[in-house]
Every structure is written in structure tokens, then in C-alpha cells.
């Protein structure tokens, strides 16, 4: 009797390894998407939690209370996206390049009186913030650590453009 428990627990063992080794190959063939990602982590409290990961763009962004959530997708080459626009700001506002890896140049297409500028780290602290002095206008970089940074554009306080910023 023991024979037959015995035996029965080791097909079963067989039958998962193969299942699992077979469907991995399957899955490697058919070009499932992997993500090979630079970085990420999980953090998990009584109130919640959350994971990230760097190399996602920001498709979409839920906000509910004092929450904020953003969603992306993998892909191969991440360039910089503007993340938000919370006016109807008549003039363009573009930034370049991204990744960096001592500056970012943020070019108005108009007048740059009274726009400020705000860095963030991914923790949500303000690491610099400028008027704008010149068009366009350099931001240096270099002194701060590699990760994702958000650069805000303020007109008189109100908030016009967010851009996502890869700092190698």
C-alpha cells in the first residue's frame, strides 16, 4: 500500500514538472512579452500596497482622495512623455533628451514670463525648483542619483505640463 502512495506522489510530482517545463516553452515559442526590467520594488502596509517598476510609460492616471495611481505598459524604448496637462495652455512645451544623464533642455513655444520649474523624485521630494531664465531653459542633473524624476511647469502657480525624466 505504501508502494502505491509513494509511486502515485511521485507521478504526480513528474506531471506538474513537465506541465510547468511545457508551457514555459510553449510560451517562450508563441512570443509571450517578457519584461526585462532595470529596477523595481513591493512595498506592503495594513493600508495598502504598491509595486514599480522602471521602463513603464504612463498610460493612464487615476487620483481618488489624496491617492494617485499610474498605470503603464513595457516597453522597449522609453521616451519622455508628458504625463499631464492641467490647462488648456495655448503654447507647446517640450522636453529633451530623454534618458539624460547630466541635463534636460525644456523649450517653450512662446513666452516664458512667469513658468516656473519643479524636479521631483520618485519619493514625491522637491529636489530643485527655478524661474524659467531662458529659452530653452537647462536643467543639470548630473548631481542627482539614476531613477525617474517628474519636471513640473507652473504659469503663475497653476500647474501646466508634467514630464516623465529618466536619469541615468
Same mark, same amino acid.
Given at each position: ?10 507521478? !504526480? ?22 519584461? !526585462? ?35 503603464? $505598459? ?14 488648456? $495652455?495655448? /503654447? ?15 523649450? &517653450?513655444?512662446?513666452? &516664458?514670463?512667469?513658468?516656473? *520649474? ?12 527655478? !524661474? ?6 537647462? /536643467? ?8 525617474? *524624476?517628474?519636471?513640473? /511647469? ?15
Amino acid at each position: 500500500m505504501k508502494h502505491t502512495v509513494k509511486h502515485k506522489a511521485i507521478t !504526480l510530482m513528474l506531471t506538474v514538472v513537465i506541465s510547468t517545463v511545457s508551457i514555459t516553452l510553449w510560451a517562450q515559442e508563441t512570443g509571450v512579452q517578457q519584461a !526585462l526590467l532595470s529596477g523595481g520594488e513591493y512595498h506592503q502596509t495594513h493600508a495598502g500596497s504598491v509595486s514599480w517598476s522602471l521602463g513603464e510609460t504612463a498610460i493612464r492616471t487615476l487620483a481618488a482622495g489624496g491617492y494617485i495611481i499610474t498605470q503603464g $505598459f513595457q516597453q522597449s524604448k522609453l521616451t519622455i512623455t508628458a504625463i499631464d496637462d492641467e490647462t488648456d $495652455f495655448p /503654447i507647446g512645451i517640450t522636453a529633451y533628451p530623454n534618458p539624460t544623464s547630466s541635463h534636460v533642455f525644456i523649450r &517653450v513655444n512662446g513666452e &516664458v514670463r512667469n513658468l516656473r *520649474y519643479e524636479v521631483y523624485a520618485a519619493n514625491g521630494q522637491r529636489v530643485e525648483e527655478n !524661474l524659467f531664465d531662458s529659452n530653452p531653459q537647462k /536643467i543639470i542633473v548630473d548631481h542627482l542619483a539614476p531613477g525617474v *524624476y517628474l519636471i513640473r /511647469i507652473r504659469l503663475d502657480n497653476q500647474l501646466v505640463k508634467t514630464f516623465k525624466v529618466v536619469k541615468n
